[in-house]
């Protein structure tokens, strides 16, 4: 995804990470409650530090023609697994999955699995993979738990046994990496601190039992943008808070189920019953 850097400019609020609802409804919330267009920059910058007290945030960024300081009323982060605005507010610490993605050749068709697709015998560290046909190719991703060792080992592994199952796949052409929020409990989802609000996986909305966290990021972005743009600074962060009030009740939701997907009795049982009453059980997890 792209990397949107937006601040205020003589300060009304500043975004560190990705843009969806501020840029889609800027022109609307301009009109209506006067704030400033924030400057767009896009790239090289990255957060040094912040600070915020009763006046406003005080960010420091890295940027490729050297440091830049910006003062807004408010901040967001939207900044991922690996939140730096969430590490500098000091809050409900989170850990992430190792993944791996791998592009493989394909020669002929296979079914669009996406699913956690779990095997026996990886040991473990391992959580699920998935299959996604793309075009003439294959993306053949592993989610491991956090600190797996020699995950590359792992993934190699997880790629002979789904050869052996779909011939189709061939050769490796590519592989890539990456971290995944790793939820566990419902104090991991924080929407913010004082001025700062958090969105999307920084914040730790996504879900829990199936990785997925696209449409958190993209609703959680636009009730944080709504929030600064609907409410005086100093409330917005519990403005914002009410309106994901939802979503956090959702990922409670998927939490409760997580232990038994993840049991060794809850994966036996998964194996062996039809993949179609499967699916229906685990639909909306
Ligand atoms: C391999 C893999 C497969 C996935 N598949 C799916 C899927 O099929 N469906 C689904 O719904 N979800 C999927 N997800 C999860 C989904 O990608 C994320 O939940 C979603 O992208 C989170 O959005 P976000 O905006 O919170 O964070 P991100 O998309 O991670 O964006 C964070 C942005 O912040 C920037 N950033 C980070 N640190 C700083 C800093 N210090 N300063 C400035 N900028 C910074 C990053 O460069 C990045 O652009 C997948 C995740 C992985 C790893």
Not at 86 to 110: C, F, K, N, S
Not at 153 to 174: C, D, H, N, Y
Request: aromatic fraction near 8%; include cysteine; glycine fraction near 10%.
């Amino acid at each position: 995804m792209l990397l949107h850097l937006l601040f205020g400019n003589g300060g009304e609020f500043c975004l560190l990470g990705e843009v969806y609802a501020a840029q889609h409804e800027e022109g609307q919330y301009e009109k209506k409650n006067k704030i400033t267009r924030p400057d767009a920059k896009s790239g090289s910058c990255a957060l040094e530090s912040f600070a915020q007290d009763a006046d406003g945030v005080f960010v420091e960024l890295k940027c490729a023609d050297g440091p830049m300081a910006v003062s807004c009323n408010n901040l967001i982060g939207a900044d991922g697994a690996r939140s730096a605005v969430r590490r500098g507010l000091g809050i409900g610490a989170v850990t992430t999955y190792v993944t791996l993605q791998d592009y493989v050749e394909l020669d002929g068709e296979i079914e669009p699995f996406f699913d956690c697709v779990y095997m026996r015998g990886i040991g473990d560290e391992f959580a699920y993979a998935y299959v996604v046909p793309k075009g003439d190719r294959v993306a053949i991703g592993s989610v491991f738990y956090p600190k797996t060792k020699r995950p590359y080992e792992k993934q190699e592994q997880v790629i002979s046994l789904l050869r052996e199952a779909m011939p189709q796949l061939g050769r490796s052409t590519k592989r890539e990496a990456a971290a995944a929020l790793y939820i566990r409990a419902s104090a991991d989802t924080v929407p913010g601190l004082g001025r700062v609000l958090l969105a999307g996986e920084a914040g730790g909305f996504m879900s829990p039992t199936s990785g997925e966290g696209i449409s958190y990021a993209l609703e959680t972005g636009f009730q944080a943008g709504l929030a600064v743009a609907e409410n005086a600074p100093d409330t917005a962060l519990a403005a914002y808070r009410t309106a994901t009030k939802d979503l956090h009740r959702d990922i409670r939701r998927r939490l409760r189920w997580l232990p038994v997907m993840e049991s060794p009795v809850g994966k036996y049982v998964a194996g062996m019953v039809p993949p179609s009453l499967v699916d229906r059980v685990t639909q909306g997890l």
